[in-house]
Every structure is written in C-alpha cells, then in structure tokens.
C-alpha cells in the first residue's frame, strides 16, 4: 500500500466524543479512533454517494431504479459492490450476495444446510460466540425439535486459558464426528480477536461428514479470505465493522459452487428471481444461479451506497494484500507498546495478579489473530476496566468495551496509524498510573 488512505475518512473531532480533558486545541483535532472492530468510520466517498442517492431520489423519484446519472440504476446497484465482495473473500462472483443482514442470512443458509436428522443434529460452534448467533444456532435445533443444551457444541477454553487451541477444536469434530450436522464458528473470535485456522477445521469438517460454515463478522476486510479455495460450505457477515459501510449496513453471504445445483432457495423472493424477468411479474419463481438465487427482497440503497464507497478504497488500495501487511505492522506497534507498559501482565501471571493491571487475550502469533487486541483489566473479577474506559475517552481515545472486564482496541489498516497506536498505549498506561497512585 504506497499511501496511508486515512484522508479519505472522516474522524470525529475530540470534543465531538465528549474528551473533556484536552485543551481547547486539542479538543478541536480528530480523536484517536481505534473501534473499526465495531464500528468503521465513514468515509468521504460513502458520504458522497449517499448523498449523490439522496439527490437522484429527490430529482428521478422512481425512474431511478432503472435511468440514474450516476450509473448505479438502483435495480442493479449491488453488482457495484458484489465484484469487489467477492475479491475480499476469496470467491468467485456468483458465490457471493451482497444482500440482508447477518443474522437474518444466517438463518436463511442454515434452513439450507442445517439438516438434521436423528444421528446427525448437533452444531458446533466456539464457546461465548457473538450472541446472535448463539440464539440463531439455539432457535434452529429447536424449530427441528432438538434440545439445545444437546444440540449446540460450545467449544471453551481449557481452564485458565482464554483462546481456543486448534487440537482441541479437531478434537471436538473428530470426536462428535457422525453426528455433526453443521460446524459453524466465527472466523475471527469477536470477543478475544482470535483468527482461526478456517481451512484446516472446514477440512476437517468434512472428513466428518457435516456441512461447514462461517460467521465473518470480524473476518471480512481484516484477514485474508479464500473461502472457495478452502471449499467452505457458506458464510455469512456484516459490513459495517471493517468494511465501514456505516450502522446496520447492508450484509451479504456466500455459498460455494458446488451447491449451486443442489442447494436451492427455501424461503424465495422476487430480488432473487432471473433478472431479465423479474419485472415481467411471473408467477412461477426461476432463481439465479448462485448466492443471489438467495436474495429477498430490493437492497436499501442507503444501506448499500456507503458500502459502495468504502468498497472502492479497498479496491484502489490493491485490497487485502497490501492491507494485511500493513495490520500486520500497526498490530504488532500496538502490541509492543502495551506490553512495555509497566502495568502490563503476562497471561501466565494473570490470574494472581490483584493489584491493577492488564494482559492481552489476544493470540500473539500474528497468523492467528487479526488487526485487533483485547485487553483484560486486572484483577480479574474486578472493576476498574469502566473507569479506564473513561480515562481513555476523556483523553480522546475510542476503544470498545466489553463487560465486565475487557477493552479491544483494533488499529484499522485503512486508516490508522503508529502514532494512534502510540498514544493510546501511553494514556492507558497513564490511566493505570493515576489509579495506583490514588
């Protein structure tokens, strides 16, 4: 990536996000935002093209689903993000959807290839997964009349570890292995930024017998992705985190090829018949070929412009080549500048710490985790990571809290840098100081 791409987004002034502790100079420059594992910024262009939206509606009304002055007749308008979707996640075009929301695409490709049957029923899935998808795995072994609490395979940690360890997710599969239905785990572990090795568990998914599948939430636009390489089943994410489409933005999903034949649309709506017909109003449905058989209803375009423009930098920048190897840098600055604090803690002494302080849950090999790092609060079982929270926002520093004793700070290829990586590491530090010395 030759240039930083961060002038092409819009940060919020420091006193915009209520740093109450800086001088009137200071309150008037960009905040230290390292929250684009929750929510992107936006950037210039996402705001033009909504704009540009607002405009066409306003001067075309209708006509603009089919004669735009922009050439994004609304009709088509997810064919200008799908190519580029499709290059993020490693797919080939009809693979992917730019389409719905996460969880709603979730239950969409379950309800395709969750099919349980009296031996094969059981979902695995990592212990303290995002919460949607643990009510989304929970309500489909029941609406098929399975018991959760014996349908869902939640894999923990071993004790006192925080991470999962890839024997013990092979372990798991090989051991339930006949009566797997589907395996389905995040790609990038929201809560302690874990990545894991999706290739080798979809591989061993299917020495089992049982569909794989991935939630992507946390993967897309952060790691690298060759889900048709991998032969994943299906997958499904978000994009208003790294993909900085902007709050509940439009998703989208993919399904491999070699379901295109065999796995049709169970639940059908019109956006997802033949385009060439699909204003003819025929009565008989005649799906896509591909992920956008899938497709319901009409995209919001204000849900799909900004993604749009956020999508367009990721293609100018040379996409997830030369932006992994800048995460790779900025995660590694921000990881040696913590861990050069002096309340820092290894995982190993964690659990005896009482006294202030602070570990990474994170993993600390670079291909195992992505551009984020969690921060737990020491003592564990204490209360402090609110007031450090606090300390860190006041000072203009945007991280994301996780209760009741996590920080996750994620420094965002796209557009942040060493300095954001530096500061936020000193006034943590900082923070800390000023809570033992009181």
Not at 185 to 206: D, K, N
């Amino acid at each position: 990536m030759a240039t930083l791409p961060s002038q092409e987004f819009i940060f919020p002034k420091n006193s915009d996000i209520g740093a109450s502790e800086l001088s009137i100079e200071e309150a008037s420059k960009p905040c230290t935002y390292l929250c684009g594992n929750s929510l992107g910024l936006i950037s210039k262009r996402s705001q033009r093209l909504i704009s540009e939206e607002m405009d066409v509606w306003g001067k075309r009304a209708v006509e603009g689903h089919f004669d735009h002055p922009h050439g994004r007749n609304w009709k088509d308008i997810t064919d200008h993000a799908n190519p580029i979707l499709a290059s993020l996640v490693g797919a080939n075009l009809d693979e992917v959807a730019c389409m719905g929301t996460l969880t709603a695409n979730l239950h969409l490709l379950m309800n395709s290839f969750y099919k349980p049957t009296q031996q094969r029923f059981k979902i695995v899935c990592e212990a303290r997964a995002f919460p949607s998808d643990q009510y989304a795995f929970a309500s489909q072994a029941q609406s098929h009349g399975f018991d959760p609490r014996f349908a869902v395979i939640e894999i923990a940690p071993r004790s006192g570890e925080f991470f999962l360890r890839e024997t013990d997710i092979l372990q798991v599969i090989e051991t339930h292995g006949d009566q797997i239905a589907v395996v389905l785990l995040s790609g990038v572990q929201y809560y302690t930024g874990q990545w894991f090795p999706m290739q080798r568990i979809t591989e061993a998914g299917h020495n089992v017998g049982a569909m794989v599948g991935w939630d992507l939430a946390h993967a897309i636009g952060n790691v690298p992705l060759n889900l048709h390489d991998w032969n994943v089943d299906f997958a499904v994410w978000c994009s208003y985190k790294y993909l900085n489409a902007g709050p509940g933005a439009i998703g989208g999903l993919f399904i491999h090829e070699k379901w295109h034949e065999a796995v049709l649309p169970r639940h059908a709506g019109w956006w997802g018949h033949d385009p060439t017909t699909r204003f003819d109003m025929p009565h008989d449905f005649s799906p896509i070929r591909g992920a956008q058989g899938f497709q319901q209803s009409n995209p919001s375009v204000f849900a799909t412009a900004p993604l749009i423009g956020s999508l367009q930098i990721f293609r100018d920048v040379g996409g997830m080549g030369p932006l992994r190897a800048r995460s790779l840098i900025l995660t590694r600055a921000l990881e040696q500048s913590l861990k050069a604090s002096r309340f820092y803690v290894g995982l190993e002494q964690s659990s005896h710490r009482n006294d202030p302080g602070f570990t990474i849950i994170t993993p600390s090999d670079p291909e195992a985790r992505g551009a984020q790092l969690s921060l737990l609060i020491l003592p564990v079982g204490g209360t402090l990571m609110p007031t450090i929270a606090a300390y860190l926002k006041e000072r203009g520093v945007i991280g994301d809290e996780r209760k009741p004793n996590v920080i996750r700070l994620a420094p965002t290829p796209l557009y942040n840098s060493e300095v954001d990586c530096q500061r936020a590491a000193e006034l943590l530090d900082e923070a800390f100081g000023v809570i033992v010395n009181n």
